[in-house]
């Protein structure tokens, strides 16, 4: 088993950053495929970006090209996304997800291991 636990988010203003964490435990060596998603009530679960474990891919959802990047720590096991020139639309539920497939998926079904959670607010 693999446990995801997400920190870093928080209420902020249009225009300004904030910088996800998620710290990932257990049977990290089956980890292949880290990724972001997030979530608004009522709505599906949206990609948001994904990167290896090798770090040598990584996708971006279009709404957030150019202003989110994500990144991975391996010594630590950690998984970032720096979010900068946020916006009220990005407001959503953000979850890290674990997938044992070595390449950048958009499929929320093919990530195996999901985190609680972390609620981003952008006020205008």
């Known amino acids: 088993q693999v446990q995801l636990v997400e920190s870093g988010g928080g209420l902020v203003q249009a225009g300004g950053s904030l910088r996800l964490s998620c710290a990932a435990s257990?049977?990290?060596?089956?980890?292949?495929?880290m990724a972001w998603f997030r979530q608004v009530p009522g709505q599906e679960r949206e990609f948001v970006a994904a990167i290896t474990w090798s770090g040598d891919s990584t996708s971006y959802a279009d709404s957030v090209k150019g202003r989110f990047t994500i990144s991975r720590d391996n010594v630590k096991n950690t998984v970032y996304l720096q979010m900068n020139s946020l916006k009220p639309e990005d407001t959503a539920v953000y979850y890290c997800a674990a997938a044992v497939v070595g390449v950048v998926v958009r499929d929320s079904r093919l990530y195996r291991y999901w985190g609680q959670g972390t609620q981003v607010t952008v006020s205008s």
């Open positions: 257990g049977r990290t060596f089956s980890i292949a495929t």
